[in-house]
Nanobody
Framework: QVQLVESGGGLVQAGGSLRLSCAAS????????MGWFRQAPGKEREFVAR????????YHIDSVKGRFTISRDKAKNTVYLQMNSLKPEDTAVYYC????????????WGQGTQVTVSS
């Protein structure tokens, strides 16, 4: 089992920045990668970014490239999402998730943190 706890959400004006954190505990050795997802009201959950736990290889969706950066601190078992130049359309609940080595699926999820960007 892996437990994930997000923090860092809040209300920010358009153009502002926020940094989300996701602290992992438990069987972190079972993680292949960690990802950030988001879900806006009335919309389906959307993948945002991922980082491999071992090598730190990253991937970001096109709509956040150049604005968001995923990173991780293995010593702290924590993954971050630095969000700059925020737009109102970035408003959503943001979730972190852990992809396991055995299934290559995102098996574990955090509780989510609200990000609201005002225009």
């Amino acid at each position: 089992q892996v437990q994930l706890v997000e923090s860092g959400g809040g209300l920010v004006q358009a153009g502002g920045s926020l940094r989300l954190s996701c602290a992992a505990s438990g069987r972190t050795s079972s993680m292949n990668a960690m990802g950030w997802f988001r879900q806006a009201p009335g919309k389906e959950r959307e993948f945002v970014a991922r980082i491999t736990w071992s090598g730190g290889t990253t991937y970001h969706i096109d709509s956040v490239k150049g604005r968001f950066t995923i990173s991780r601190d293995k010593a702290k078992n924590t993954v971050y999402l630095q969000m700059n130049s925020l737009k109102p359309e970035d408003t959503a609940v943001y979730y972190c998730a852990a992809q396991t080595i055995t299934t290559m699926k995102y098996e574990y999820w955090g509780q989510g943190t609200q990000v609201t960007v005002s225009s």
